[in-house]
């Protein structure tokens, strides 16, 4: 008798029951936890966005200056670097040709193409070209998103307008130059490049 009473209470006490829903409560909570994480969260979201440009930029002119040194040499044959200040573009042309029209940036849901390898601006290996003479000299790039407050060639005034076009000789020399690169943050870097072509970085507030 005493084991029937037992089982009895057992079977009471593990009833399982249905699926408990949430309450309001719970649910705003949960919502309320969401919208806080969101706004911590997206300010430093659009912070990594905009250095990746701003980084993005740096490499792509110390390339555009490395490519226009290697076909400098490799053709033996004088080619310019020219900056448009109006539209963040650049391109590297044989002297005296005319600039290209920049070519439109992708849409933003489209992967845009890779400009340069991510490596840093010293680590990155020059391009490597074709022997062939048939092979295309000039490049143009658009730099998204950022803008080239000033650009100072061979020691002159800063350019803060205009085009600013530096020389590449057949020797792998240069016109020394430098410009000032910023971002939609106002976080901005200086790109240094000497006469032997030599570029570095430095970040500036």
């Known amino acids: 008798m005493v084991n029937i009473h037992h089982r009895r209470f057992r079977s009471k006490a593990f009833v399982q029951h249905g699926p408990r829903a949430f309450t309001l409560v719970e649910l705003l909570l949960v919502v309320a936890i969401i919208g806080i994480t969101s706004v911590i969260s997206i300010p430093y979201m659009v912070r990594s ?24 040499l490799l053709r033996q044959q004088e080619l310019t670097l020219t900056f448009d200040l109006a539209g963040a573009t650049l391109s590297v042309q044989p002297l005296n040709a005319t600039p290209p029209p920049p070519t439109p940036l992708p849409a933003s849901d489209e992967t845009p193409p890779p400009v340069i ?54 020797n792998g020399r240069c ?6 690169i910023v971002d939609a943050r106002g976080v901005a870097t200086r790109i240094i490049v000497d006469s032997l072509s030599k ?3 430095e970040e500036e507030d």
């Not at 020059?126 to 143009?140: D, K, R, T």
Request: glycine share 6%; net charge negative; proline share 8%.
């Open 49 to 72: 966005i905009q250095g990746n440009r701003l980084r993005t930029s740096v490499r792509t002119v110390v390339m555009a200056g490395r490519y226009a040194r290697s076909m400098s």
């Open 117 to 170: 390898p991510e490596k840093s601006a010293e680590e990155a290996p020059p391009p490597q070209f074709s022997g062939n003479e048939n092979y295309p000299i000039g490049i143009q790039r658009a730099l998204d998103q950022v803008t080239i407050e000033w650009v100072e060639v061979d020691g002159e005034p800063h350019l803060t307008e205009g085009t600013a076009t530096i020389h590449y000789f057949t």
């Open 199 to 201: 570029a570095r970085t």
């Open 175 to 180: 016109q020394p130059y430098s410009l000032r």
